[in-house]
């Protein structure tokens, strides 16, 4: 069986007892096994991307931000193959696999511009013959811990921001699907990065730990469940580390009266349904104002579920694929069943859902849930699955308390034609990621990306302008040059103008 090793120094390294079985969730069958490091790899990743710094710091910008052109190129030559991998092991439809890959694409092409993006900030005479200038320095070693849903798109927001500001990194993927990830590192040696300047150790809790509790990690970027996320980031900070910790999300669509419920209807599917749910940005729940367009919405969206495909990930036909492990499938199946019990109305079930040829997959078909309120368990948490539950409520107000009252805030949106009605609630929503008639808010390569509340712990989004902040650390320096004319004696006051 093929073995999924670390790569290390530019090599991939398969040595290692210990590993975990990888699924292709379509067939329900074991397809590979992936290595788990521990402290002793992290330890030899840390010392090749330490060895790699020096060098690598002093590359022009310029020199660094080829390679990322070059990168960009390798990418769109072996797409399919990513979207293979991506499809084998996450077992994303091919069409959503290219969507993963370009988006993640243009973050190689946002970290292009580091040349313009590290110019730092300059001004001259701050007093009489006085220049003062912000530099953006490199941190160092920095590390990335990324989740199964998004195996090439989420470490890309990392690690060509971090590598074109001159740090070397350490990348430790999900376990459940590194294929793609790992193949994708090693196109930017092929575009030309030196060894040891990105760095992938494969593992689960030990490796993170190691990761968390090593002395020459300055930094660390996280991206996965909101316990997790909030475990990092205290232990990061525990351990002087710089941390950014994106976590979960229960991701809100408000629909108003005066909504085009087509335009819904369609956004509404594809945001909640697509992925099999299993994005940080899904719309998993629809927030109707007023009976009558809840009623309507519901009529609506029964009627285009019954065509909704799903299935194996290598038939672009699919609308979406299964869910990535069994023990996924469960705690979804879970969900519905809980949701039922405390007497929400379940108006569609996929729980026994199951596409022809493909019984063993971990597949959940598209459910649709009514009269869910907000003490519910399945409302509370991220169910992370093809299921869409409605909230229905009697005024914006309401419907804008709920969401501003849980737990998360990674995304929303608001159905509406009333422009006042749009702005205010844009003002006014508790939430990093807002959509006007818009279902998945993500932000383009060149702004940034983070929720708010329990969906983020940190002070910086990801990517785009706050990514070039997260991995560099700003230097201000203020310089003289006296000359017999401009000599001073002792001042011994706070200098002022
Ligand atoms: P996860 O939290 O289980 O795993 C994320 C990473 O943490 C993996 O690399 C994993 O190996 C590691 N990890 C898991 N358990 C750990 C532990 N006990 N100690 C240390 N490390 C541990 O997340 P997942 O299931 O892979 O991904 C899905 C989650 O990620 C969802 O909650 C989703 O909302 C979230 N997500 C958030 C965003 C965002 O931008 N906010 C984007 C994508 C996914």
């Known amino acids: 069986m093929d073995k999924i090793g670390h790569f290390i120094n530019g090599q991939i390294i398969t040595e290692g007892d210990r590993t975990q079985p990888v699924y292709n969730p379509s067939t329900g069958q074991i397809s590979k096994e992936v290595l788990l490091g521990n402290a002793k790899t992290i330890d030899e990743a840390v010392a090749a991307?330490?060895?790699?710094?020096?060098?690598?710091?002093?590359?022009?910008?310029?020199?660094?931000?080829?390679?990322?052109?070059?990168?960009?190129?390798?990418?769109?030559?072996?797409?399919?193959?990513?979207?293979?991998?991506?499809?084998?092991?996450?077992?994303?439809?091919?069409?959503?696999?290219?969507?993963?890959?370009?988006?993640?694409?243009?973050?190689?092409?946002?970290?292009?511009?580091?040349?313009?993006?590290?110019?730092?900030?300059?001004?001259?005479n701050v007093g009489p013959d006085i220049d003062s200038w912000s530099e953006f320095h490199p941190l160092g070693v920095v590390a990335g811990?990324?989740?199964?849903?998004?195996?090439?798109?989420?470490?890309?927001?990392?690690?060509?921001?971090?590598?074109?500001?001159?740090?070397?990194?350490?990348?430790?993927?999900?376990?459940?699907?590194?294929?793609?990830?790992?193949?994708?590192?090693?196109?930017?040696?092929?575009?030309?990065?030196?060894?040891?300047?990105?760095?992938?150790?494969?593992?689960?809790?030990?490796?993170?730990?190691?990761?968390?509790?090593?002395?020459?990690?300055?930094?660390v970027s996280f991206v996965g469940s909101t316990p997790i996320a909030e475990y990092i980031y205290k232990t990061a900070a525990a351990n002087g580390k710089r941390c950014q910790a994106l976590g979960g999300a229960k991701n809100h669509a408000i629909v108003m009266p005066d909504a085009d419920l087509d335009n819904v209807v369609n956004s509404l599917l594809g945001a909640a349904f697509g992925s099999s749910g299993e994005r940080c940005m899904a719309l998993s729940v629809a927030v109707a104002v007023g009976d009558e367009i809840a009623d309507k919405l519901i009529a609506a969206?029964?009627?285009?579920?019954?065509?909704?495909?799903?299935?194996?990930?290598?038939?672009?036909?699919?609308?979406?694929?299964?869910?990535?492990?069994?023990?996924?499938?469960a705690k979804i199946l879970g969900h519905i069943k809980s949701a039922q019990e405390q007497g929400a109305k379940i108006l569609v079930d996929g729980s026994d859902a199951a596409p022809a040829g493909y019984e063993n997959g971990f597949f959940v078909g598209a459910t649709l849930i009514d009269n869910v309120n907000k003490d519910m368990s399945s409302y509370k948490a991220e169910i992370f699955g093809p299921v869409l539950q409605v909230i229905r409520v009697k005024t914006m107000e309401e419907a804008m308390q709920l969401i501003n009252d849980h737990e998360y805030g990674n995304g929303t949106c608001i159905y509406t034609r009333d422009g006042e009605a749009a702005r205010y609630f844009a003002d006014n929503i508790k939430v990093g990621m807002v959509g006007i008639n818009i279902p998945l808010p993500v932000p383009v390569a060149y702004q940034s990306f983070?929720?708010?509340?329990?969906?983020?712990?940190?002070?910086?989004?990801?990517?785009?302008?706050?990514?070039?902040?997260?991995?560099?650390?700003?230097?201000?320096?203020?310089?003289?040059?006296?000359?017999?004319?401009?000599?001073?004696?002792?001042?011994?006051?706070?200098?002022?103008?």
């Not at 710091?57 to 293979?84: G, N, S, V, W, Y």
């Not at 696999?97 to 730092?120: D, S, T």
């Not at 909704?308 to 996924?328: C, Q, R, Y």
Request: hydrophobic share 40%; proline share 7%.
């Open 301 to 329: 969206l029964q009627k285009a579920m019954g065509n909704l495909k799903f299935g194996v990930h290598s038939d672009k036909n699919n609308d979406f694929g299964p869910v990535i492990t069994a023990e996924h499938k």
């Open 49 to 124: 991307a330490k060895a790699a710094f020096p060098a690598w710091r002093k590359t022009p910008p310029l020199k660094r931000a080829r390679i990322m052109f070059k990168f960009k190129e390798l990418l769109e030559q072996h797409a399919d193959e990513i979207c293979r991998l991506i499809g084998e092991e996450h077992g994303k439809i091919v069409h959503d696999a290219a969507g993963e890959l370009q988006r993640g694409i243009e973050n190689v092409e946002y970290a292009c511009g580091a040349p313009e993006l590290l110019k730092g900030e300059h001004s001259r």
């Open 145 to 219: 811990i990324t989740p199964f849903n998004f195996p090439v798109m989420v470490p890309l927001w990392m690690y060509p921001m971090a590598i074109v500001c001159g740090n070397t990194f350490v990348l430790k993927p999900s376990e459940r699907d590194p294929s793609s990830t790992l193949y994708v590192a090693q196109l930017l040696k092929e575009a030309g990065l030196p060894d040891g300047v990105l760095n992938v150790v494969m593992g689960g809790k030990e490796t993170v730990d190691a990761i968390l509790e090593h002395k020459d990690i300055e930094a």
């Open 450 to 497: 983070g929720g708010w509340k329990r969906s983020l712990f940190g002070d910086l989004f990801m990517y785009g302008p706050d990514g070039v902040r997260f991995f560099t650390r700003r230097k201000t320096i203020t310089q003289r040059w006296p000359s017999s004319s401009v000599r001073e004696g002792a001042q011994f006051s706070m200098p002022t103008l």
